[in-house]
């Protein structure tokens, strides 16, 4: 049996030492007589799992007492719904800087509860740079301003994030969550999508300011209510237990690794590595402005159709797959999260490079 190097955006790749552990793991987990998959979550063998997640998760983020953490479902997609429910509530309106595709999805699903006010937009230039946040104004009467800080499809993510005052920003973190240190105090609500930097689909964080949670009207069904996970600590209803086990378990080996620290240092070694051959290479094209490219999600071309094809063939046959950028974007994308080895992206561009003479 071997492993690729898997460049997928998500589902993406595991720590191998995670996967070692959960499989050791997988038919009797400790003294339990049973699977993780297979335990009641309201046993105190499992409590202790989520428990020691959510600890690990605030500790690894630095998350002050002043902010609520919960482990929810429906992806990040329903906090496009779930967000403007909760904190869109004194004026029905949200500002939003679109910046690709997951903005997109906020600005439909916001905009059937609410007003939505696009203040930016990198639209005109097919969404390859983050417009500039110096002199952005939100309006006055917004609830929150909402941000894509890494958009995982274009391989855009933010530096600076706009003055916005007493206005919340509420950042879509999904891919790029641990990769780089953030100073929490600066959002009101952070969410993302487990798929990428914390473990299998399933489970999705939210990271929300206790003051926040205050906005939510009576009639919030229980379960898009954030103050009922909160009351809950994650235990309203059954969660997705065993992605939750799996993320404690990365959580782990973040903090052996030296945390999130250690591992932005490690990210902007592995992205550098790539981002240089592709300013190098005569035969491919970085597709985002320098000063926006992402850590996480290094998209890039051929230019020309048939050989970006070509490429994603003959580097899946050299164990180096998920290389096609998204359908939306086309192009070619590797996806570098945390648990993509410094070697994996040394393979990548060791192909790089004898494909470009073989084609050039
Ligand atoms: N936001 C971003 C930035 C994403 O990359 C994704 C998924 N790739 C989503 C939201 C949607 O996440 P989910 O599929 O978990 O709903």
């Given amino acids: 049996m071997s492993r690729v190097?898997?460049?997928?955006?998500?589902?993406?790749?595991?720590?191998?030492?995670?996967?070692?552990?959960?499989?050791?793991?997988?038919?009797?987990?400790?003294?339990?007589?049973?699977?993780?998959m297979e335990m009641s979550h309201r046993s105190t063998v499992y409590m202790d799992i989520i428990y020691e997640a959510e600890e690990l998760f605030t500790k690894l983020m630095n998350i002050p007492s002043d902010y609520q953490v919960l482990f929810l479902q429906g992806g990040a997609?329903?906090?496009?719904?779930?967000?403007?429910m909760?904190?869109?509530?004194?004026?029905?309106?949200?500002?939003?800087?679109?910046?690709?595709?997951w903005t997109r999805k906020a600005i439909d699903d916001g905009a059937k509860l609410g007003t939505v006010n696009t203040i930016a937009s990198s639209a005109d230039r097919n969404f390859v740079y983050i417009p500039?946040?110096?002199?952005?104004?939100?309006?006055?009467?917004?609830?929150?301003?909402?941000?894509?800080?890494?958009?995982?499809?274009?391989?855009?993510?933010?530096?600076?994030?706009?003055?916005t005052g007493n206005i919340p920003i509420v950042a879509d973190m999904s891919s790029c969550?641990?990769?780089?240190?953030?100073?929490?105090?600066?959002?009101?609500?952070?969410?993302?999508?487990?798929?990428?930097?914390?473990?299998?689909?399933?489970v999705t964080i939210v990271i929300i300011k206790k003051k926040l949670m205050k906005r939510a009207?009576?009639?919030?069904?229980?379960?898009?209510?954030?103050?009922?996970?909160?009351?809950?600590?994650?235990?309203?209803?059954?969660?997705?237990?065993?992605?939750?086990?799996?993320?404690?378990?990365?959580?782990?080996?973040?903090?052996?690794?030296?945390?999130?620290?250690?591992?932005?240092?490690?990210?902007?070694?592995?992205?550098?590595?790539?981002?240089?051959?592709?300013?190098?290479s005569k035969l491919f094209k970085g597709n985002v402005d320098r000063e926006y490219r992402s850590l996480m999600n290094v998209t890039?071309?051929?230019?020309?159709?048939?050989?970006?094809?070509?490429?994603?063939?003959?580097?899946?046959?050299n164990a180096l797959v998920n290389l096609a950028g998204h359908k939306s974007a086309g192009g070619l994308r590797a996806?570098?999260?945390?648990?993509?080895?410094?070697?994996?992206?040394?393979?990548?561009?060791e192909f790089m490079k004898k494909f470009e003479m073989e084609n050039l």
């Fill in 5 to 36: 190097y898997n460049f997928s955006a998500g589902p993406a790749v595991l720590p191998e030492s995670v996967l070692k552990q959960a499989a050791d793991e997988m038919f009797e987990y400790r003294n339990s007589g049973m699977s993780v």
């Fill in 77 to 84: 997609s329903l906090q496009f719904t779930m967000i403007p």
């Fill in 86 to 101: 909760n904190i869109m509530t004194a004026n029905k309106k949200f500002d939003i800087i679109h910046t690709g595709l």
């Fill in 132 to 163: 500039a946040t110096d002199n952005l104004k939100p309006s006055k009467d917004a609830d929150y301003l909402h941000i894509c800080y890494n958009n995982t499809i274009c391989g855009t993510k933010f530096t600076t994030l706009p003055d």
């Fill in 177 to 202: 969550i641990l990769s780089e240190e953030y100073d929490i105090n600066r959002f009101g609500i952070i969410f993302a999508g487990a798929q990428k930097n914390i473990g299998p689909a399933g």
């Fill in 217 to 280: 009207g009576k009639n919030l069904p229980a379960m898009l209510d954030f103050n009922v996970h909160a009351e809950k600590r994650s235990l309203y209803n059954t969660p997705p237990t065993y992605a939750i086990y799996i993320a404690k378990l990365v959580f782990e080996w973040l903090l052996n690794f030296g945390g999130v620290r250690a591992m932005e240092k490690q990210n902007r070694y592995k992205s550098s590595l790539l981002y240089d051959f592709i300013d190098n």
């Fill in 300 to 317: 890039f071309s051929t230019g020309s159709k048939k050989m970006d094809t070509l490429f994603v063939k003959n580097a899946e046959k």
């Fill in 335 to 349: 996806s570098i999260y945390n648990a993509m080895p410094v070697e994996g992206v040394e393979k990548l561009i």
